[in-house]
C-alpha cells in the first residue's frame, strides 16, 4: 500500500471514524487519499489550534482518542498549544503532521520545523517516520501509548515522501512496547495497608483527581466514599465524579475552591488522593497543605507520586483496579463529629455562593439558571478560561463525568468555543453548552463557521464584562488597582457577528432577561449565542491569594497596598 493508505487503515484499526484536519503542502497525500474515503470523516476547522482542541473536547467528551491532522511548518506550530493542554490535562490525543521530504530535513526547506524537538516537553511521546517501513507501527504504537498509563498527546510527524512511498510491510496486530509497561493492579499489601488506615482514621477525606475520570472509575469511587462514610473534594479536572448534591461531597478545592472544600482539607487526619497531580493552584503553600494529614497518594503515572507534596503511602496503578480491590477491605466508622463538622461548612459555603446568584445580572446567577433550565437533559458544558470558568466550576450542577469540560493545567483561553465542537461532534444527542468571556471567545471566534457549517446545536453563551476579567482581579488585588492592558471596551457586537456567521443571536442586558433568553436559546434547534453583558468589577469569591496556605480565604478584596506587598513576595505576577 501506499504510505497514505497505511495511515487510513491504522486510523480506521483503532476505531478512528472521525478525525479534525486542516490541508497544507506537506500534507496533501494524506488528503487526497481521503477524497474517496468514506469511513473516516474528516473536520475542517478554521484554525489549526482550533482543531487541536476540538480533538481535545472530543476526547473528553467520549474517552476516545481524539485526532487531529495538519501539515508542516505554521501547520504544526500552531499545534502547539492544544497539544501542551492536553498534555497537563492527560487527554488522549493523537496529532498527525505532514513533514518536508526526509532529504530536505534539516535544510531550513520552505514549511520545515524541528517538530519532534518543539513538542518533545509538551507531549507524552512523538516520533518521526524517518522509514517508510516503521509508519504503521509508530501509529499504532503512538495510539497504545496515548491511551494507556496516564493519557496523553501524541505526535507523529511524517515526511511527505513517507507518505507517498510503497510500503509492503504488514500493519502490526499486536503493539509490544519493552520499555513502556504501565503497572495498572496496584500492590495488595499497599492497598492492605490503605484500608488500615482508613478504618482507623478519624477524620478523612478523599481528594479526587482527573485520573478517575479516566480510567472511568468514577462508579467504584462513588462506591469507595458510600462504603467508608468518606467525604470528598474534586479538583477541576473531577467534577461530576461525586454528584454536587451528595452530603459527602464539598465542592473543589484550592484557590477558587469552597470554604467547606479547603476547611476539610487543612482539618483532615488522612488525606486519600486518588488520580491527582496535586497542582499548586490546589494546594496552595505546599508547606502547610493538609498540615494534620497522613497522604496516601493512588496514581497510575509514578512520576506524579510525591512530586509536589509528600506521600505517606504511595501506591502505583490504575484508580479503578485500585478501589474495587479496596472495598471489600473498608468498614464504616461513624466518626459523628467529623461529619458534623463536615455538614456545617458544606451549609455555609452553599449559603455564600447562594448570595452571589440571589438576584440581579451576575455570572453566578447566569450559570445556575443554565443547569435549571437544562436539568433533565443531561446537558455538557464546556467552558473557556478565566472567571466565568472558576464560576461555572463554583455554580454549575456536576453530576457525572465527562459533563464539565474545562482547560486545568495550561489555563488555555480560547479553548471553550472548539473543544464545544468536539464535544458536540462526539455527542451529537447532547445539549452541549459553551460557556466563554469575552477575551477567549476572540481568540477562536472563527470557529463560528465550523459551528454553523456543520449545523452543530451549540448554545454559546458570552460572559461579556468587558475586560480581562481574572487578570483584572488580579491587578485589583495585588497590584495596586493598577489595571494595565486589561480593559476590552473596545469590544465588538458580538450578536452581529454571530448573525454573520448565521447562528441565531441573543442579547442579556439586566436580570429579568436571564431566564428568557436561556430558555429560547435551548428551544432552539440550532446554535444559539447568548451576549450576556454583566458588570466589569465583579470577582470571583471565594479566592486563596497565591502563594499562601488554604486557611487564608479571601471573601472580599484586600486593601490594595497590602494585597501588592503581599503579592509581591508571593511572587505572583
Partial sequence: ?????????????????LAFAYPGGQITPLFDEFYDERDIRLILPRHEQAGAHAADGYARATGKVGVVITTSGPGATNLATGIANAHLDSVP????????????????????????????????????????????????????????????????????????????????DKIVLPSYQPNYEGNPRQI???AGLINAASRPLLYVGGGVVGSEAADDLRLTAATAGLPAVASLMALGTLPFDDPLFLGMPGM??????????????????????????????????????KIIHIDVDPTSVAKNVRADLPVIGDAGNILRRLVPQLKKRERREWLEEIALWREESAALLGRQAASGLSAPRVVREMARLSRDLQPILVTDVGQHQMWAALHWEHRRPRGFISSGGLGTMGFGLPAAVGAQLGRPDSLVFCLSGDGGLQMNIQELCTVRRLDLPIKIVVINNGCLGMVRQWQEFFWGRRYSHVDLDDNPDFGRIA??????????????????????????????????????????????????????????APPAAEGESASREAGAG
Avoid: W
Fill in 1 to 17: 500500500m501506499l504510505g497514505t493508505r497505511v495511515i487510513i487503515e491504522t486510523l480506521k484499526r483503532e476505531g478512528v471514524d
Fill in 93 to 172: 490525543l493523537v496529532a498527525i503532521t505532514g513533514q518536508v521530504p526526509s532529504p530536505l530535513i534539516g535544510n531550513d526547506a520552505f514549511q520545515e520545523v524541528d517538530v519532534v524537538g518543539i513538542t518533545r516537553s509538551i507531549s507524552k511521546h512523538n516520533y518521526l517516520v524517518s522509514s517508510p517501513g516503521d509508519l504503521a507501527f509508530m501509529l499504532r504504537a503512538a495510539f497504545h501509548i496515548a491511551r494507556s498509563g496516564r493519557p496523553g498527546p501524541v505526535v507523529v510527524d511524517i515526511p511527505s515522501d513517507v507518505q507517498r512511498a510503497e510500503i509492503a510491510r504488514p500493519i502490526p
Fill in 192 to 194: 492492605e495497608r490503605i
Fill in 256 to 293: 477558587h475552591g469552597t470554604p467547606a472544600a479547603n476547611r476539610a482539607i487543612m482539618n483532615c487526619d488522612l488525606l486519600i488522593a486518588v488520580g491527582t497531580r496535586f497542582d499548586d493552584r490546589v494546594t496552595g503553600k505546599t508547606e502547610s497543605f493538609a498540615p494534620l494529614a
Fill in 499 to 556: 448573525e454573520a456567521y448565521g447562528l441565531r443571536a441573543l442579547a442579556v442586558n439586566d436580570g429579568e432577561g436571564v431566564s428568557p433568553a436561556l430558555e429560547e436559546a435551548i428551544r432552539h434547534p440550532g446554535p444559539v449565542l447568548v451576549d450576556v453583558r454583566v458588570g466589569k468589577g465583579d470577582n470571583v469569591f471565594p479566592m486563596v491569594p497565591p502563594g499562601e496556605g488554604l486557611d487564608r480565604i479571601l471573601l472580599s
